[in-house]
């Protein structure tokens, strides 16, 4: 299965939860209706109500059907609008910790370098990472798309797996974000949340009984709301029935999914396999020491809560058989994870195997081996001070100045460098000075690893910082009175990754619907990169055959037009997944056209990418895009 089918799959998966999430209400429904009968009965308030084959359209089923809809409904809403912030907001949650990218902890060190290696292999924005001080081996990524994506580790997690086990494991969790399943995963919380505060309302009644009074005229009343607490408390936990039964339905196969992914990326079965030995010899165990493991145990890696009774609501699967999927071979026994994993280089290098798909379009959400590799040499290829400034919000910020300023002619790189050194104060300018001296010595080609690695950076600057900051960005882009196709794709990545906004799920919209942005989109591109229009109207008409829209006319007068550009992306954002391969592939055509692949194109082809969340990995040596 695909990276495409992959995301349509969490498309569907969304909608056979949001059905189980139904039955569950009704259920619910059905149970809180002869609670309420039955006390009203107790208390003789209405003593003739009873089952009969006009219970479903009596009042009280209605009223109670009604009430119990509101306050699911109530409780789901404000669960999800606490979720708006994404992964951070789950992370918190537990206790982590946002790791400061500059650190030199050792053991952080290692798990942020082997983060920024799968990002980077993989074209996706580097997540922020989040560290729990919890001894159990466990993981987690959330989020609502790469954008907003965190990764969470445990210190028993970085501490006792070795850089390959831990590469495996933060795999296993790249292959959430590229597959959807952390946005069915948050929404999974919001849903379950409603179905469970019915539990919390009985508890509160319960309480509430205490300060009321029990003389002679009230001993009725107070022992039927007394009755009615404990039998909401009662479907409360039938509520959490529900909801573990929910989890368990939708979680355990891709967690196969994930592991399967995992060894596909890295072409080492022995990390997640090794990863999963150690943790079943492991005596702290998976557990997470949190009051909100239970809500976010679908979310980790292994279990995170201890098992009750049977595996019927497990959300993943027996460790043995994850292990057997992945080394069939496998003697049954375990690693103890001891001293062992300390004494192996935090430093040490991945899998330098050959791997990836023919083409980079095939590698979309699916990168292997040979891209971790590269990615492994592109970190190391920057200098010491690049790599100390780009883990910086300061030191990023100045990267993405000398970004733009290295593209600009003489005359207008002095033009930017005098509104920096009008700005900044002399010690930060200073600083800039020599960032950009390091900078002058990056290939082209290795501008958006430099990006993807700032962005957890610039993630740490505070509101008005963050303001400053893309103030700054529009005034040396403006420096020419122009934007050129490389600004306006940083600038677009950079808002997209940055810029805090809740997710809002669209209706994912046909590619016949949006006939027009396509013309927009092929159009630049084509004027982009092809000196004549000729040139460039046949790299349109290649572009137009792939995506058999009908007669659609290549529009030089558009020019590398930005403004128009912008809007035709933020409509086809919502394309259907499905039909992203279509459009991209029409992209591929286009530059194709001439047999020569420019700068401007692959960014832009990677910035689109990007914004339709389908991460595009960097070139290998020799590749093509399809």
Request: proline content about 4%; aromatic content about 6%; glycine content about 10%.
């Amino acid at each position: 299965m695909n990276f495409f089918t992959h995301q349509d799959q969490a498309r569907s998966n969304t909608r056979k939860l949001v059905v189980l999430f139904l039955c569950a209400v009704v259920t619910l429904i059905i149970i809180t209706s002869f609670l309420v009968i039955a006390v009203l009965f107790f208390a003789n308030a209405q003593a003739d109500i009873g089952l009969n084959t006009e219970f479903l359209t009596s009042t009280i089923f209605i009223q109670v059907s009604f009430i119990v809809i509101v306050v699911v409904g109530i409780g789901m809403l404000v669960r999800l609008a606490q979720l708006r912030g994404g992964g951070k907001v789950v992370a918190e949650s537990l206790g982590g910790r946002l790791l400061n990218t500059s650190t030199r902890d050792p053991d952080e060190r290692k798990i942020l370098n082997v983060v920024e290696e799968m990002a980077i292999a993989s074209g996706t924005p580097v997540p922020p990472v989040y560290l729990m001080e919890d001894e159990a081996i466990n993981a987690f990524a959330a989020g609502y798309k790469p954008r907003d994506a965190v990764i969470g580790v445990t210190r028993g997690c970085i501490r006792e797996l070795s850089r390959d086990e831990l590469q495996g494991v933060i795999a296993h969790e790249f292959s959430h974000i590229f597959n959807g399943d952390m946005r069915l995963n948050i929404r999974l919380m919001g849903l379950l949340y409603g179905i469970m505060v019915i539990g919390l309302i009985g508890y509160h009644i319960l309480r509430g009984t205490r300060y009321r009074s029990t003389g002679r005229s009230g001993k009725n009343n107070v022992a039927a709301i007394l009755a009615l607490g404990v039998g909401l408390m009662v479907i409360g936990y039938g509520g959490t029935f529900f909801g573990n039964l929910i989890k368990a339905a939708v979680s355990r196969q891709r967690e196969f999914l994930a592991d399967a992914s995992a060894v596909q990326y890295t072409r080492n079965p022995d990390g997640i396999g090794g990863a999963l030995k150690k943790i079943g010899g492991y005596r702290k165990g998976t557990v997470i020491d949190s009051s909100d493991a239970n809500e976010i145990s679908h979310m980790l890696f292994c279990n995170g809560i201890k098992a009750h009774f049977t595996g019927l609501f497990a959300t993943h699967p027996p460790l043995d058989e994850r292990i057997r999927r992945i080394d069939p071979r496998w003697d049954g026994k375990l690693t103890y994870a001891g001293s062992s994993a300390h004494e192996m280089s935090s430093e040490a290098g991945v899998s330098h195997l050959a791997g990836g798909g023919e083409s980079a379009l095939d590698s979309v959400g699916n990168p292997g081996p040979a891209h971790l590799s590269q990615a492994a040499a592109t970190i190391e290829g920057f200098s010491a001070l690049l790599i100390e400034e780009v883990h910086t919000p300061q030191g990023a910020s100045f990267i993405i100045y000398c970004m733009l300023m290295a593209l600009s002619n003489d005359a207008v790189a002095d033009h930017q460098r005098g509104i920096l050194r009008g700005t900044l104060v002399e010690g930060d300018y200073l600083a800039l000075v020599q960032v950009g001296k390091a900078f002058a010595h990056v290939e082209r080609e290795q501008y958006l690893a430099l990006v993807d690695m700032a962005l957890p950076s610039l993630k740490q600057l505070s509101k008005a910082q963050y303001q400053a900051f893309m103030v700054m960005l529009g005034k040396l882009i403006m420096a020419d009175d122009n934007i050129s196709l490389f600004e306006w794709c940083l600038f677009k990545i950079l808002r997209y990754n940055l810029d805090e906004r809740p997710d809002r799920r669209q209706r994912a919209i046909p590619i016949s619907s949006l006939v027009d942005e396509c013309v927009v989109l092929m159009s630049v591109l084509a004027t982009a990169g092809n000196s004549n229009e000729r040139a460039a109207k046949d790299a349109f008409n290649r572009s137009r055959n792939v995506l058999d829209l009908g007669p659609l006319s290549y529009q030089p007068q558009l020019g590398v037009n930005t403004g128009l550009l912008e809007k035709a992306l933020d409509r086809l954002n919502h394309l259907r997944p499905l039909q992203k391969p279509l459009l991209l592939k029409a992209m591929v055509s286009c530059i194709n056209a001439d047999g020569r692949v420019t700068a401007e194109e692959s960014e832009l082809l990677r910035a689109v990418g990007s914004l339709l969340d389908c991460p595009i990995p960097p070139l290998l040596p020799g590749q093509r895009f399809i």
